[in-house]
């Protein structure tokens, strides 16, 4: 059994850098031959896109561990900084950068604002681990993430200036409620009756089966989305090198953002690790199914959230090296004679 446990959590670990990114590649191209060659599949896979995004809403919520949110109140501080960095600071960062880079593609703005929205609420506890930081915090962060954003994400399609895709904040309100809270419900419920029954070692492939499952899943999605929308998505390639180079600059802000923080509140190594992982990863796949259900027929926005997801992988498989080698540093300086 632990053998097999290890192999899916290096399998997870794979999955949550490199192997996510890869498969989301193979994605995108597959989808897009098959939707160019084949155009018969828009009708085949177009019908089967609401079941894909409503299992993996299911494994995205069956892997928060609502539990830890009792074990926060400890670090109150820490929280509170999180929160006020990835909820009020990184939003409004996201829009300016956004605005400057995209402002003459209302579509694809939307998608790049909503991909910056988001704080991360799976991968970024992987990349905390593989860089050794403070991962028990870091559980105390995925549920109040998680909720935050979702009771948000109405009221930011107004507060940024959404409305121009005509939804109101009360119909989101009653969209999430359709598509999330039978989920909710069943990954709650199945998560509460899987860990009573199972031992601790078998609940723990299954959360490493998922681990492993949600990426698999979320390029099933992509692959859809470019089978059916290959046509609308080709037209809009011209405006690829802008989307980098907005995706570019909000990494490199959020990175000198989570290094004032922790400087100003003295974080240890652990602490700011966690720091830089929250501030720099985003809920691209939480936020792409979201969309897809609030704003539907709209393949140009889920288009600029997809990109961001690609290029967040390498960024915080980038970041891990160097807080790695900036620990590295540290401990040699201090094992230097006469230090």
Known sequence: MRVLIKALERTADFMSGRGTAIILIAAILIGATMGTLWPASETLLSGLIDYTILLLVFLLLFEVRLQSLLSSSNRWQFIVAAIVANFVIIPVLGFAIASVFLSAYPLLFIGLVVYFLAPCTDWFLAFTRLAKGNTALG?????INMIIQLLLYPFYLQWFGFGAVGIEAGEVFQTLWTWFLIPLVLAVSARFIAEKLLSKSHFDVVLAVVSVT?????????????????????????VL????????????????LSELISKWMRLSYQDRVLMTMTTAA??????????????????????????????????????????????????????????
């Open 214 to 238: 949600v990426p698999i899943l979320l390029a099933v999605l992509v692959w859809q989305i470019m089978a059916v929308n290959i046509g609308t998505l080709t037209a809009n390639v011209a």
């Open 241 to 256: 090198p802008l989307i980098f180079g907005a995706i570019f600059l909000f990494f490199v802000a959020t990175y000198f």
């Open 139 to 143: 559980a105390a962060l995925l549920p």
């Open 282 to 339: 985003r809920n691209a796949p939480m936020m792409l199914v979201i969309t897809m259900v609030t704003l539907p027929d709209q393949p140009v926005i889920y288009a600029a959230i997809i990109v961001g997801m690609l290029v967040e992988l390498p960024h915080l498989i980038a970041l891990k090296g160097v807080l790695m080698r900036q620990r590295d540093k540290a401990t040699d300086l201090a094992l230097e004679p006469g230090r």
